[in-house]
């Protein structure tokens, strides 16, 4: 009865709100094959059958199958069951809410659900030659941005085929999601989607993908208004800390060396307890645009790069992912120096980001809003590839060793290893944002001439070492495990609350 799913596929599953369905039914579909499906049985049966079923369940007799019946039944069964997941299948087909299913609504629920298995089986035989083989499997995954070798697509068959044949016919289909509790295939990616959600204060992560169906339903863009808000929430909360990371990369030196308490003290005493959050404001403000047009851009970059017939390879998403970095960079890179100012502003310097942009733009002209551009552009490109390859190892590693009885990491590994692959990348393109910040601010400070990159490079390695290109990593990971668990945080409240997580 307990249903596993392999690790050599290498692929985990998640439920979505849509999804669960499917997933219920499977779950449903094991008990009716458990109880009373034999060989004999045939469509015309299937009232009888889903009679026989419900009345074993209701074992009170009351006419109604509640959440205990159905716990104690499957429980029974041996067929495992996750926390909750009773109290979802009554309310899945629980019409009139009294808190149980009839035998109309049971009858109900899974002859709908008979339909959407057949449904997702004819989605999937593209050459509707009534069989599924492996090159059809892995157009699927293809289609939802997953692609996987030949080798893999196979394993994924073999765990459905049951006469060796290396195609799956309906009866075989149906026969594997009687005992299996994994969704289609349309649902596949779900819980390793290496998401942006994760707000560590950096915008040069590769966009979200989303399905066809969440883009025609509207969910896409409810998932970005989520993200955004909980990127809002953890840039607030960590803000201070950036600000410490800011004077740190700017004013740090082996001749003026700022520790973390001592940098606070300086700053509070110079403007305050509110002095800690400046610059949050624009840091804020410029999430809305750049997800906006790092979501478009991603969109359009992989139509132009797809081949033949709309496939998007790896290679090319990755390509596509980094120039819809780039094009929303270019777009708010002038807020990107403004919050910079502003962060490191003294009281009184600036009133606010007009004020600002005002101000450097009647003393510094308009070329003084792209300062440190460069090196912001070449940072996209460690950053992104680091963070993806490093999550795809440790994604692997898990599921190659933990992956037996069940596909779902559970929340803690999914947000460790999003934190260890995001850190990675930080690694990688923290002298470059250091640079960037440096050219950024280089205007504001009294006495510093103005610098190209590589000779800004030059100097803090003969002055200070390679090191000196480290200046402000300490508060930079200190602010990652708050930011990361703020941000899903709200995240979640903000899926519920937005309707696109139940």
């Not at 697509?153 to 799956?168: F, P, S």
């Not at 750049?290 to 290679?315: C, D, N, R």
């Not at 992104?384 to 933990?402: F, P, Q």
Request: net charge neutral.
């Amino acid at each position: 009865g307990q249903t596993t799913v392999g690790s050599g596929t290498q692929l985990i599953f998640h439920f979505s709100s849509e999804s669960f369905e499917f997933w219920i039914t499977a779950i449903m579909y094991q008990v009716v094959r458990k109880l009373v499906f034999t060989d004999s049985h045939c469509a015309s049966d299937a009232p009888k059958t889903y009679e026989e079923l419900f009345e074993k369940l209701d074992t009170n007799k009351d006419g109604k199958v509640d959440v205990a019946e159905l716990k104690e039944g499957l429980s029974a069964l041996g067929i495992a069951f996750g926390k909750g997941d009773a109290q979802k299948i009554v309310s899945s087909g629980d019409q009139d809410n009294d808190e149980g299913l009839d035998i109309n609504e049971f009858s109900k629920y899974l002859k709908e659900h008979e339909k959407k298995l057949l449904l997702t089986f004819k989605s999937l035989d593209k050459n509707n030659d009534g069989r599924i083989d492996y090159m059809e499997i892995k157009q699927s995954l293809a289609d939802l941005g997953m692609d996987i070798s030949k080798e893999e697509a196979e394993k994924i068959l073999q765990t459905i085929d049951v006469d060796g044949t290396m195609t799956v016919d309906w009866n075989e289909w149906r026969e594997h999601f009687l005992f299996n509790t994994a969704t289609n295939l349309q649902d596949i990616i779900r819980y390793w989607k290496h998401s942006t959600v994760l707000d560590i204060g950096d915008s040069l992560t590769i966009p979200d993908e989303f399905t066809e169906e969440e883009k025609t339903t509207g969910v896409w863009w409810k998932q970005l208004a989520a993200g955004a808000m909980a990127g809002a929430v953890s840039r607030t909360g960590t803000a201070p800390l950036d600000r410490m990371k800011v004077f740190m990369q700017v004013h740090g030196s082996k001749t003026n060396k700022i520790s973390l308490v001592g940098g606070f003290k300086q700053m509070i005493k110079e403007g305050g307890v509110s002095s800690l959050w400046r610059g949050n404001g624009t840091n804020v403000l410029k999430i809305a645009p750049e997800t906006a047009i790092k979501f478009m851009a991603y969109e359009q970059y992989k139509k132009m790069l797809s081949s033949e017939g709309g496939k998007v390879q790896t290679h090319e998403r990755f390509i596509a992912g980094s120039l819809a970095g780039a094009t929303a960079q270019t777009a708010i890179y002038p807020m990107e120096v403004m919050k910079t100012r502003l962060t490191l502003r003294k009281t009184g310097q600036y009133s606010g980001m007009f004020d600002c942009a005002k101000k450097i733009l009647k003393k510094e002209g308009m070329k003084a809003f792209y300062k440190g551009y460069v090196p912001n552009i070449l940072g996209i490109i460690p950053y992104a590839g680091i963070d993806l390859a490093v999550y795809e190892v440790l994604k692997n590693a898990w599921l190659a060793r933990y992956a037996k009885d069940t596909a779902n990491p559970g929340i803690l590994v999914l947000l460790a290893c999003g934190t260890i692959s995001s850190t990675c990348g930080q690694l990688a393109s923290y002298p470059l944002a250091l640079i960037r910040t440096r050219m950024q601010a280089a205007a504001s400070i009294e006495g510093s001439e103005q610098v190209t990159m590589n000779h800004l490079v030059k100097k803090i390695l003969e002055k200070e070492g390679f090191f000196g290109l480290y200046r402000g990593i300490l508060p930079n990971f200190m602010k990652v495990i708050p930011a990361v668990s703020i941000s899903y945080v709200v995240y979640e409240y903000m899926r519920t609350g937005l309707g696109i997580s139940k």
